[in-house]
């Protein structure tokens, strides 16, 4: 994935840094088991990031992304993954659950 730089070579800043929204998720295989909880926040071409708690889980290419904060959830591929941190690329529009729905996610 390719991510703009917002430093010159010389390391100062061209662009003022955006806030990082962090928010709890939860990845789910394709099958509705669930695989483990993480924390998301968004990248700066537009995907988002997922750090999980162990760097050693074996994680499939396709699963869903889960965001508690939205309440939805997203089918989305696994584009790079740097220990136990990853960029997920969402493959459809959000899902948006129902508050007994979004529960169960928490």
């Given at each position: 994935?390719y991510a703009p730089?917002?430093?010159?070579?010389?390391g100062?800043r061209?662009?003022p840094a955006?806030?990082?929204r962090l928010r709890?998720g939860?990845?789910?295989?394709?099958?509705?088991t669930d695989i483990?909880?993480?924390?998301?926040?968004?990248?700066?071409?537009?995907?988002?990031?997922?750090?999980?708690?162990?760097?050693e889980?074996?994680?499939?290419?396709t699963?869903?992304?889960?965001?508690?904060?939205?309440?939805t959830?997203?089918?989305?591929k696994?584009?790079?993954?740097?220990?136990s941190?990853?960029?997920?690329?969402?493959?459809?529009?959000p899902?948006?659950?129902?508050?007994?729905?979004?529960?169960?996610?928490?």
């Amino acid at each position: 994935m390719y991510a703009p730089s917002v430093t010159d070579n010389t390391g100062i800043r061209l662009a003022p840094a955006s806030r990082t929204r962090l928010r709890h998720g939860k990845l789910i295989k394709v099958d509705k088991t669930d695989i483990c909880d993480c924390t998301l926040y968004d990248l700066q071409n537009g995907g988002t990031g997922v750090v999980i708690p162990d760097a050693e889980a074996d994680l499939p290419d396709t699963l869903y992304v889960a965001d508690t904060k939205l309440a939805t959830v997203n089918l989305a591929k696994v584009r790079w993954r740097v220990g136990s941190n990853l960029g997920v690329l969402y493959l459809e529009k959000p899902i948006q659950l129902s508050l007994k729905q979004s529960a169960k996610t928490k």
